[in-house]
């Protein structure tokens, strides 16, 4: 009887075993999915930050950075436009502004034919130069400079301050240089001043030439003037026939 007890005692402990065990397997799978629910509820922590990187959301930052440059580029310009106000606004009279249109339109009434009938002429003698293969060389535009210098220093005045004074810049000057050096090149065999002319002019004119000159530079004196006199007689006489041969289209009357 009491083995009969104790193999029953047995197999109940056996049984019990048995039961914690299924119970253990039971409650693991419980423990995964809560474990593997975890790691969904965290993953979808996560996900608004994945949704940054989306199109939409790319194009609202790109529509910000746009904003953002087109905002600093205003700046720029305004920026640009205060520090270079004077290329739009001539002079301010009391916070009046008075633009620089106004101004070149005042001088377009009042100096426009003037200015225009000389680019045109300027323009015409230059094609007429290049026409005949001829050039004016930048050392022929220096060597002429200089010596207008030279003249400017011998009255006792400075070219810059005598070019501001007829509101000329250097490059008006190299301008009219070249016209005029194109003009002798153009005239050459139409301009010359013989001895006789020389002379002649010389006991014509004694009294008006300067005092204290050898008779060599004298003669050289004369002679550059009446050069001078053909040439401006030519000229006009070469411009008028470039006119008349020119197609020239004006498009604004003054």
């Known amino acids: 009887m009491a083995a009969k007890k104790k193999s ?20 693991s799978p419980v423990k995964n999915k809560k474990s593997s629910t975890s790691v969904n509820v965290a993953n979808m922590v ?3 930050k994945v949704e940054v990187s989306t199109p939409e959301m790319a194009a609202k930052k790109m529509s910000l950075k746009t904003k953002i440059a087109i905002v600093a580029g205003f700046s720029a310009v305004v920026a640009l436009l205060y520090i270079n106000r004077g290329l739009l606004v001539a002079a301010t009279v009391n916070g009046e502004p008075i633009s620089r249109l106004e101004v070149v339109g005042e001088i377009e009434k009042r100096f426009g034919r003037q200015a225009l009938d000389s ?25 002429e400079i200089k010596k207008i210098e030279e003249r400017v220093k011998a009255s006792g005045q400075d070219l810059a301050t005598l070019l501001t004074f007829q509101g000329m810049t250097m490059e008006d000057l190299r301008k009219q240089i070249v016209v005029a050096k194109a003009a002798e090149k153009i005239l050459s065999d139409k301009v010359t001043v013989s001895d006789q002319e020389i002379a002649e002019y010389i006991k014509n004119n004694a009294s008006s030439l300067p ?27 070469m411009v008028e026939g470039l006119r008349a041969k020119a197609k020239i289209n004006e498009l604004v009357t003054y």
């Open 8 to 27: 029953v005692e047995s197999k109940k402990e056996v049984a019990k075993s048995s039961v914690k065990k299924s119970a253990k397997a039971v409650k």
């Open 46 to 48: 996560v996900e608004p």
């Open 119 to 143: 680019i045109i002429t300027e323009k015409l003698v230059l094609q007429e130069l290049r026409s005949k293969n001829m050039s004016v060389s930048e050392t022929e535009i220096q060597d």
């Open 211 to 237: 005092e204290g000159m050898s008779e060599e530079d004298q003669k050289a004196e004369v002679k550059d003037q009446l050069t001078q006199q053909k040439l401006s007689t030519e000229f006009n006489t």
